[in-house]
């Protein structure tokens, strides 16, 4: 099983980028579970937002209304759009996917694959 992460780059404040995560070997569907997490450098890791097999999304607080989480079964992929983006939102974004539920969709050890991260640049 892999991760695939793509679409990160260089963009000035107030600009929108979009990622792409694509998996191999197994479908989305197959996963419960599915979120884009970022690091920002010297931080920990942290929660973006996810979408459950239903179709139910989540967000952090930091990108509620700004950054939309979605897939397309038929690419079998999860995108992550990204407007207004701010210097703050600066690090590298690394895609998960959950085989089974355990509860928290924010925390890191909820998810079982990752994919290898693409980098994310907001210039001020």
């Known amino acids: 099983v892999q991760l695939q992460a793509s679409g990160g780059g260089l963009v000035q404040a107030g600009g929108s980028l979009r990622l792409s995560c694509t998996t191999s070997?197994?479908?989305?569907?197959?996963?419960?579970?599915m979120g884009w997490f970022r690091q920002a450098p010297g931080k920990e890791r942290e929660f973006v937002a996810a979408i459950t097999l239903s179709g139910v999304t989540y967000y952090a607080d930091s990108v509620k209304g700004r950054f939309t989480i979605s897939r397309d079964v038929a690419k079998n992929a999860v995108y992550l759009r990204m407007n207004s983006l701010k210097p703050e939102d600066t690090g590298v974004y690394y895609c998960a996917a959950a085989s089974r539920y355990r509860g928290r969709h924010y925390s890191t050890e909820s998810y079982d694959h990752w994919g290898q991260g693409t980098l994310v640049t907001v210039s001020s």
């Open positions: 070997g197994r479908t989305i569907s197959s996963y419960i579970l």
